[in-house]
């Protein structure tokens, strides 16, 4: 009998290209990479390799031109765009180094958002929302506008965004890239907080070290396969 863990995701024979001027680059072809419940991968990397490629197909923000995608038993690949918007807003969390903040909007009306767009109810998801300011440390900003919060507060923001659903996976892409030291940890202390707490699953791409080493496996894209480093 096999024991072995259905996995969370599975990428299988995925294959991304694109094409420039007249020739196709392949960045990736892989025969399979899988994610389980609760585990935490570093994605590095030299430069234009293909790691931001790969998180935005885990997160079905870019499709491959061949392959599958399976979150459980689900093929990703074969829902229609109103499915797999309901798909990445429940069950993943994003956060990017241009965080993408709603402009004009205060802090706290950021983090509610994705629970407002799923039709919470209002009470609930503003209680979260501010438990979830409270622990990135924003409880006094709440009401300001986000282009009045300074870069790592902004960040800061954009976690609380990701996290307040307790998404099954976090996608972080350079998470710390435009913070400094005590503002990247308190960044990292938060992502692994809530792995423990939730078993949420966080993939990275990060150049910074402290990070990946923080990281249960570390996975590099070579010839355009997922290998471990
Ligand atoms: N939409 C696109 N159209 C054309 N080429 C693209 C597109 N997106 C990415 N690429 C190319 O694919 C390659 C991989 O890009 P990707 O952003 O995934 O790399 P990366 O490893 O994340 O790089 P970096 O560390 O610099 O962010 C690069 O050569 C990039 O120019």
Redesign the pocket.
């Known amino acids: 009998m096999d024991n072995s863990p259905i996995p969370l995701m599975s990428l299988q024979s995925v294959s991304k290209g694109?094409?420039?001027k007249s020739s196709k680059?392949e960045?990736l072809d892989t025969s399979s990479f899988d994610i389980y419940k609760g585990e935490t991968i570093a994605i590095v990397?030299?430069?234009?390799?293909?790691?931001?490629?790969?998180l935005n197909i885990i997160g079905t923000l870019d499709r491959p031109d061949s392959g599958k995608i399976f979150f459980q038993e689900n093929d990703l690949l074969l829902l229609g765009d109103e499915k797999l918007a309901y798909f990445r807003n429940s069950k993943l969390g994003f956060v990017f180094q241009f965080h993408y903040l709603l402009q004009g909007f205060s802090a706290l009306e950021n983090v509610m958002m994705p629970g407002l767009i799923a039709h919470k109810n209002k009470k609930t998801i503003e209680r979260s929302a501010l438990n979830m300011l409270e622990r990135v440390g924003l409880l006094s900003r709440v009401s300001h506008r986000v282009e009045d919060l300074s870069g790592g507060e902004q960040q800061r923001v954009a976690l609380a965004r990701a996290l307040v659903m307790k998404p099954k996976i976090l996608l972080a892409d350079e998470p710390t890239g435009n913070l400094d030291q005590k503002n990247s940890r308190s960044v990292h202390e938060l992502i692994d907080e809530l792995n423990k707490e939730i078993g949420m699953t966080v993939i990275v791409?990060t150049h910074n070290n402290e990070l990946a080493s923080m990281m249960n496996r570390t996975v590099t894209i070579m010839d355009g396969k997922i290998i471990p480093v």
């Open positions: 694109f094409y420039s680059i960045i990397g030299a430069s234009g390799i293909g790691k931001s490629t790969v791409v």
